[in-house]
Nanobody, 125 residues
Framework: QVKLVESGGGLVQSGESLTLSCIAS????????IGWFRQAPGKEREGLSC??????GAFYADSVKGRFTISREKNMVYLQMTSLKPEDPAVYYC????????????????????WGQGTQVTVSS
């Protein structure tokens, strides 16, 4: 099973940017998708974005479209977050594998087998 470790979280001010990293180790994941999720206190885990490691395509939830960008370099997957808002604070997780990368895939959290420990993002207004 693949192991995922997130990093890069921290405290930023509203409107600022932050880049999260997710390093994957273990079996090759190039045939699957990798996703980013977040969970705020008292809320369900929300699927934000995913990247299809085969075709290179990406999906973004409406809540982050135009502000967040998912990218990949070797076994690292990044989530570049810009224009952070007061509603963005949460623990951010990466997850894999999934055979698809689309709205349905990120909505089904139970379909993703491997999760990192999460990294906290805090936004001050």
């Amino acid at each position: 099973q693949v192991k995922l470790v997130e990093s890069g979280g921290g405290l930023v001010q509203s409107g600022e940017s932050l880049t999260l990293s997710c390093i994957a180790s273990g079996p090759p994941q190039h045939l699957y998708a990798i996703g980013w999720f977040r969970q705020a206190p008292g809320k369900e885990r929300e699927g934000l974005s995913c990247r299809d490691l085969r075709a290179g395509g990406a999906f973004y939830a409406d809540s982050v479209k135009g502000r967040f960008t998912i990218s990949r370099e070797k076994n690292m997957v990044y989530l570049q977050m810009t224009s952070l808002k007061p509603e963005d604070p949460a623990v951010y997780y990466c997850a894999t594998p999934h055979p698809f990368c689309d709205a349905t895939a990120v909505s089904k959290r139970g379909d993703w087998d491997s999760w990192g420990q999460g990294t906290q993002v805090t936004v001050s207004s």
